[in-house]
């Protein structure tokens, strides 16, 4: 597939301004967005894709999707070229597009140096003309100082999960057992040893409701993954792990009117299926993401797994563990016993999800005929704002 | 833990778009923002409407009263355990804030609060929340 002719660009907007010392950096990347779409005869709810690069204050796309109350986005990039950004953003638009993954993308760029604006990837500082005055995250000044932390915003979720579907630390508890259960097998994870229900709730409390071991590990380390054409793994020795469908969604606290008992995997969840052409009860294995017990417990009602409300029943008891329960789930010890490399564990998601897909996962956990597996993940807080992704991937015979 | 909760709030970065609130705080008044276009009251305050997308934005004083939507208590801090917590405001919006002068085990969801506009060290005063 080429994007020869699959892609138009339909409105173009240049700032008037020169010299802003009245307005911030997120105002104006919000005007530019709006003069793009006035010239192109289309409004903000008809962006369902959004493109940033470095010079978007505070947590990039996600600061700005928030800002500008972008309701449908179901496509992200914040490819960071420098200056060139915003024309391979074009490029990535039309292969977005193309490939079916929006229709309307929106690329935004924005900043004033004239006054203390710092370049990009700096801490944008105010300074210059507006001496005191910050121009970075837009949401700063009414977050950030109140020590929020992902412990503390995640149990904000679980506080607010358990108030209105009654939910348990119990329940929460067996996801980590869970993890135990395949981390012992794991001579790489960084916890190996087993635990009980008692174990965790039991554990320190670190921010009510989560306990020590609701948590993840803190890792060093890393994961590559590599994906080719499907001429090169044909040639290629290895067992081949087609991807099937890929979905993401921003979710972000839409001025206010937050929700914190889902998660973004609404989403981009169905997304995922939906292209796949499968549902929920195919999968055979699912790497889902574990910063907290609370997230992986949203994100299995928010997949489809079980009915919104019902996760702790669903993961109680064994549920997720490999052999035993309904959805074997992060079967080398997920972020919670195994790995969370540099914070970030999207990536062992995948890497366990293609293990298991290539029969190369541990034999104590590995899933009977496992043709058919989800990796999904979530990055920032689901407290707060973050960004949700989810893929679909078979082993092909 | 039976002991009132405090959390010394550092100062706030304030940007452009912001300066009026914190202005207005110094005054001891607690603004939202409100979209004269739409209606929506929305937080956190910013120049345009994130329902509607339109400019007619507007500062409006708020009581500042509410109910705890959820909180959490993060037990250890340099200062000592802390409530960090989302406020809905009586006008709808959800506010992060922290909930101070109350004790851990009293804290509920529900719960009737008010703004209180705490100092901070070399910065305007932000908002927090009390027990109604």
């Known amino acids: ?225 590599i994906v080719t054409s499907p001429e090169i793994a044909k040639s290629l020795k290895r067992p081949k792990v087609k991807l099937l469908g890929a979905g993401e969604a921003p979710k972000v606290q839409q001025g206010g009117k937050l929700d914190l008992t889902y998660s973004g995997a609404v989403w981009s969840g169905p997304r995922a299926f939906e292209e796949a052409g499968v549902t929920p009860a195919d999968i055979k294995y699912a790497s889902i993401y574990d910063s907290f017990t609370i997230t992986a417990l949203m994100q299995i009602e928010d997949l489809g797994f079980c009915k919104k409300g019902e996760g702790g029943k669903f993961v109680a008891d064994g549920g997720l563990i490999s052999g035993v329960g309904k959805l074997p789930f992060n079967t080398d010890g997920g972020g919670l016993c195994n790995n969370h490399p540099t914070n970030r564990g999207g990536i062992t998601k995948v890497i366990e999800a293609v293990r298991q897909l290539r029969g190369e996962a541990h034999p104590k956990v590995q899933v009977a005929n496992c043709d058919l597996a989800v990796a999904h993940g979530t990055g920032g807080s689901l407290g707060v704002r973050h960004g949700a992704a989810t893929i679909v991937l078979e082993r092909e015979a | 833990m039976s002991e009132l909760m405090t959390r010394p709030v550092p100062a706030p970065a304030v940007t452009l778009e912001s300066k009026p609130f914190f202005d207005a705080a110094e005054e001891g008044k607690f603004l939202i923002k409100r979209c004269t276009a739409c209606g929506e009251a929305h937080w956190y305050p910013r120049t345009i409407c994130p329902f509607c997308h339109s400019d007619k934005t507007v500062w409006e004083e708020s009581p500042g009263e509410g109910v705890v939507y959820s909180f959490s208590i993060l037990r250890k801090s340099p200062s000592g355990p802390f409530a960090l917590a989302y406020v809905t405001l009586d006008e709808g919006p959800n506010v992060l804030t922290n909930i101070v002068d109350v004790a851990p085990d009293a804290l509920k969801i529900g719960a009737r609060v008010r703004v209180k506009l705490q100092p901070t060290e070399g910065g305007p005063p932000v908002p927090v929340f009390v027990p109604a």
């Open chain 1, 1 to 225: 597939m080429s994007i020869k002719g699959k892609a138009y660009l339909m409105g173009a907007y240049e700032h008037p301004t020169r010299d802003a010392p009245d307005k911030t950096t997120a105002q104006l990347h919000a005007e530019c967005a709006r003069g793009a779409l006035e010239d192109a005869g289309l409004g903000f709810d008809d962006v369902d894709a959004y493109f940033c690069a470095g010079d978007a204050p505070g947590f990039g796309a996600m600061s700005m999707i928030d800002y500008m109350g972008l309701k449908n986005v179901r496509h992200m990039d914040t490819t960071e070229t420098g200056g060139s950004s915003y024309i391979a953003h074009v490029g990535h638009a039309a292969q977005a597009i193309a490939a079916g993954k929006c229709q309307v993308a929106l690329i935004t760029l924005a900043g004033r140096p004239r006054n203390g604006g710092a370049r990009p990837g700096a801490s944008m500082a105010g300074g210059g003309r507006a001496p005191g005055l910050s121009d970075g995250a837009p949401e700063a000044g009414f977050e950030s100082i109140y020590g929020g932390s992902t412990h503390n915003t995640y149990g904000m979720c679980a506080m607010r999960h358990m108030y209105e579907h009654g939910t348990t630390s119990e329940q929460l508890a067996w996801i980590k057992v869970a993890a135990s259960h395949h981390a012992q097998w794991n001579e790489h994870a960084f916890l190996k040893n087993v635990v009980t229900v008692e174990d965790v709730v039991n554990s320190r409390m670190i921010s009510d409701p989560l306990h020590l071991l609701d948590c993840c590990v803190v890792t060093d380390g890393g994961g590559a993954l």
